[in-house]
């Protein structure tokens, strides 16, 4: 049995970026079968997630409505299988020997979120067709 991925998506006030990335994540891996699950958090947490994600979201099925940016914790990025930082340095809080990969270069999702919505869900599906490869046993 293949060991299940917990990703950590991190961007400053995990209200947008990581957000986005998580839920997309958690979506399509399962519908691929994918053993994995993705959390978001930001070191200055927004309040609330604005509206243009929510509304963003809702419109494809994902409903966020309810739920609030949560803190960047060490002890969460400890239970990470891999990192993705949305202009974040995490490297004074991840742990030893646990990959974090740079997405600096995501357009703002307050300039225009499907812009920002294209650039994550493609970003994410490369993500899991690649840990999907490293998990998949060679026949």
Not at 7 to 14: N, Q, T, Y
Request: aromatic content about 4%; charged content about 20%; proline content about 7%.
């Amino acid at each position: 049995m293949r060991a299940p991925h917990a990703i950590a998506f991190v961007c400053l006030h995990g209200a947008a970026k990581s957000l986005i990335a998580a839920e997309y994540c958690n979506r399509l891996a399962l519908q691929g079968g994918i053993p994995l699950a993705a959390t978001t958090s930001g070191p200055e947490p927004d309040a609330e997630i604005p509206q243009q994600v929510i509304d963003g979201l809702l419109g494809e099925g994902i409903d966020v409505r309810g739920k609030r940016p949560q803190r960047l914790s060490k002890d969460a990025l400890a239970r990470a299988t891999h990192i993705v930082s949305f202009g974040c340095d995490l490297t004074a809080l991840a742990p030893p020997g646990v990959a974090i990969e740079r997405w600096d270069d995501c357009p703002a999702v307050s300039d225009d979120y499907a812009v920002a919505r294209r650039f994550i869900v493609g970003r994410v599906e490369a993500l899991l067709r690649r840990l999907h490869t490293e998990t998949v046993p060679m026949s």
